[in-house]
């Protein structure tokens, strides 16, 4: 555990929610500078092991906020309403939200209204995703899914899904996206595949991918 | 020139406890019926006088760091740029031992003959200087460091004096009067040097000063968060904010009480002496570090430059704000002096 007052990862670095990526590198490497363990700032004032939890703290922080998807992913799970300083600016919303609880992002599924033995097939995964405030063009943009094959995946319309081989690995990037469980979700979705093709002989799984 | 004043004619003082006691039984009152949470300073248990009534009077006192920071230094030279801007000021000497704002002002030293040694040292002395609306109250004599009545005095006769500025320098020692007159003050200055040791004594005093606003004193919240830390064999209670934490669950009250406490000490700080531009950022780096650390807001009140101006007006006995009012070090009392003139007597506004 950090001795640190409990920074998040943008008053850590000192920087504004909205940064752009050159003021984040910058903003580091004023702050490794000035906690630089043999600097005078620190004398007297952190205990070595201390510092080295900051420095770790320091180089987390800019490693997720340099990286537009763990940026996003962070952002996401640390403030689902939207950062608290950029919620000042908007009264309606401060005064309805309350304050994010840093420590512990929201679980999707949960936010969802689901619970953890939800099988996740498409109408769940669709709840989770609105839950999560993420469209189905962003999702398709981020992921370079096709917007009709996430829309086969949510209405369980198994008959136009590509090839098992690709569907693993949408099913992953999804799983990612939407922070849930990956395993469960191929578990469950492709289980879903094969007990609707099992049902009737006539049913296949076209082998050509639609993509 | 001279303007002698005697102890007795300063208002006379009732100890603070009792009313103490009262207002830490409304401390906890004000958050259980949620209207609010008093950031009032923490019971200072009658250790020293202090007016209520200070009137549209602004008190700045210089504290703790390390000696040859430049604390009296500064603390006189702002005395006296603050008399040229019109401000009538009263600057006390309550440095036990390091008595020394009367060299700064090229007034004469109080020399002890042996023979008044052994005779009671009497009250305080007040004199006003040539061509400025500035009075220095000092003890009559050198005193014994830990002779805090004398202290008292002093600092109840500085009160007692017409003045819209009070200036105190209170010496670098971390002792109690040091420790409650520091808080008690609407701003209360520390002055850095960048250098290791300089550093660790600036936040040293800091340190004391927070402690001892969350921890000292008969009211609950002080007296839980102490219980909670005795308990803490481990010692992994090491940031306020933890201790804070530790209280939330069984003290919800004295948790926000403390929380409280820490949001509202506001020490300022300076960096004096600085040479290269990393020294002038030290300031801006203890004010990161002091809120990471220990969740402090401090007020970076200036860093100043190194200045031979110091040294020489110093040799010379007279304040560098008149002798060499260009020089870099004028120019940061200036700064220092503007941003302190902008304080708030008030109290409830004090963040």
């Known amino acids: ?211 | 020139m001279v303007e002698g004043k005697k102890a007795g004619e300063g208002p006379r003082l009732e100890a603070r406890g009792a009313e103490e006691a009262e207002e830490s039984v409304d401390l906890e009152e004000a958050s259980e019926d949620g209207s609010g949470v008093h950031v009032d300073p923490p019971s200072l248990a009658g250790a020293i006088p202090w007016h209520e009534e200070h009137g549209d009077r602004l008190c700045i006192a210089f504290a703790g760091g390390k000696g040859g920071a430049g604390r009296t230094l500064l603390a006189a030279n702002l005395a006296v740029f603050m008399s040229r801007l019109g401000r009538e000021v009263v600057l006390a000497d309550l440095d036990p031992a390091g008595m020394n704002l009367h060299t700064y002002l090229g007034l004469d030293p109080l020399l002890p003959t042996p023979g008044s040694m052994l005779r009671p040292a009497g009250p305080p002395r007040v004199d006003k200087l040539a061509g400025l609306n500035l009075r220095l109250c000092r003890p009559p004599r050198s005193i014994d460091p830990s002779d805090h009545e004398m202290r008292a005095e002093v600092l109840t006769m500085a009160q007692s004096l017409e003045a819209d500025v009070l200036i105190l320098d209170l010496g670098l020692s971390a002792d109690a009067f040091t420790l409650d007159t520091f808080q008690m003050a609407h701003a209360g200055v520390v002055v850095f040097a960048p250098e290791p040791a300089a550093m660790e004594r600036g936040y040293g005093f800091i340190r004391a000063a927070l402690f001892r606003r969350l921890l000292h004193g008969d009211d609950d919240p002080a007296v839980v968060a102490r219980a909670v830390l005795a308990a803490d064999h481990v010692g992994e209670l090491s940031t306020p904010s933890q201790l804070v934490s530790a209280l939330s669950g069984a003290h919800p009250h004295a948790a926000e009480a403390v929380r409280a406490r820490i949001l509202s000490f506001f020490p300022r700080i300076v960096v004096n002496m600085c040479r290269t531009r990393a020294d002038a950022e030290v300031l801006e780096g203890a004010v990161s570090g002091l809120r990471r650390r220990w969740g402090v807001s401090a007020d970076p009140l200036a860093a100043i430059d190194y200045d031979d101006a110091a040294w020489n007006s110093t040799r010379q006995r007279r304040s560098f704000m008149i002798e060499f009012p260009g020089s870099n070090l004028a120019q940061g009392i200036e700064r220092v002096a503007r941003r302190l003139l902008l304080t708030s007597t008030r109290r409830d506004l004090r963040t």
């Open chain 1, 1 to 211: 555990m950090s001795r640190d007052v409990q920074l998040d990862y943008y008053a850590l670095l000192e920087v504004d929610p909205g940064a752009a990526d050159e003021e984040i590198r910058r903003a580091y490497k004023r702050q490794l500078k000035r906690f630089d363990p043999s600097g005078v700032v620190v004398y007297g004032l952190y205990r070595k092991d201390e510092l080295a939890a900051l420095m770790r703290n320091l180089k987390a922080a800019h490693e997720t906020l340099v990286d537009p998807e763990k940026r996003r992913r962070y952002d996401r799970s640390v403030f689902p309403e939207g950062h608290p300083s950029l919620r000042r600016a908007d009264q309606r919303v401060a005064a309805a939200a309350p304050m994010p609880r840093l420590a512990a992002p929201a679980d999707p599924v949960t936010a969802a209204g689901l619970t953890a033995d939800t099988l996740f097939r498409g109408p769940a995964l669709q709840k989770i995703r609105e839950a999560s405030h993420l469209s189905l063009e962003e999702i398709a943009e981020r992921t370079k899914i096709s917007m009709f094959t996430l829309r086969c995946i949510e209405a369980d319309q198994f008959s136009d899904l590509p090839a098992r081989v690709y569907m693993r690995g949408f099913l992953k990037q999804l799983a990612e996206i939407l922070r849930v469980d990956g395993e469960k979700l191929l578990l469950d979705y492709l289980g879903g595949v094969d007990d609707w093709l099992s049902a009737s002989p006539q049913r296949k799984w076209d082998p050509i991918p639609k993509e």
